[in-house]
């Protein structure tokens, strides 16, 4: 069985100061992590994966997140906020290596930037 | 727009009727999925195709959901005997050939709202 937890609904953040949306995971077998990013009445857009290798992984709008298999969590992470990060963020977790199949979402976190 | 496409944006029908909705995905993807989200909660998977065959579906898709990928190009989700509990965000993805995810494994499109009253 596989699951994710977004332990945070909601995080405010001020523009410009870093920000970090928190994600553990707990799956069996070799984890396979993703962040998924979704705007008011839209579809959700994929920002960054981890499969393996390094711990910390770059994704799309400067976003990053971290790895780290002994907490087993994977938290979004960006440097400075900008207004228009304000959105739903989805942590998900996969068994299968591409990521299409098996993929489980958490419950989301609402992150507001504050101008 | 090569994106996916999803028809219609938002369908507000009776309890008891019957819905359809449909999904163009990315011409070139040969998988397409669906996923359910209710208000506070991620997707939830649906089912999938290959290309026409439908090869897996949740638990979650009573008897009253059949979805359909009749040519491996667009698919259709239809909801017989609507119930209250059906309103939700009904989601379409779709994913290219295995040597192409690398870059986005799920493509989304901006999902049909269904509200039943």
């Known amino acids: 069985a596989q699951s994710v937890a977004q332990p945070e609904d909601q995080v405010n953040v001020a523009e410009g100061n870093p920000l970090t949306v928190k994600c553990t995971y707990s799956?069996?077998?070799?984890?396979?992590l993703f962040w998924y990013v979704q705007y008011p009445n839209r579809g959700l857009q994929f920002l960054l994966k981890y499969i393996t290798g390094d711990n910390l992984v770059k994704g799309s709008y400067g976003f990053e997140a971290e790895f780290n298999k002994s907490q087993t969590s994977f938290h979004l992470k960006k440097p400075s906020a900008l207004v228009s990060d304000s959105a739903l963020y989805f942590c998900a977790v996969s068994t299968d290596q591409t990521g299409a199949n098996n993929l489980f979402f958490g419950t989301g976190t609402r992150l507001t930037v504050i101008p | 727009d090569t994106g996916v496409s999803q028809d219609p944006r938002h369908k507000i029908t009776k309890r008891g009727q019957n819905v359809t909705f449909r999904c163009d995905p990315i011409s070139e993807h040969n998988r397409l999925y669906w996923y359910r989200q209710t208000l506070g909660q991620g997707p939830e998977f649906l089912t999938y195709?290959?290309?026409?065959?439908?090869?897996?579906k949740s638990r979650l898709l009573s008897d009253r959901f059949s979805a359909e990928r009749p040519k491996g190009s667009f698919s259709t989700l239809e909801i017989q005997r609507t119930e209250q509990g059906d309103s939700a965000m009904y989601l379409c993805?779709?994913?290219?050939?295995?040597?192409?995810?690398?870059?986005?494994?799920?493509?989304f499109g901006n999902g049909t709202r269904l509200t039943v009253t």
């Open positions: 993805a779709s994913s290219p050939p295995i040597s192409d995810r690398r870059d986005s494994p799920l493509h």
């Open positions: 799956v069996s077998g070799n984890p396979y």
């Open positions: 195709f290959q290309n026409e065959a439908q090869l897996e």
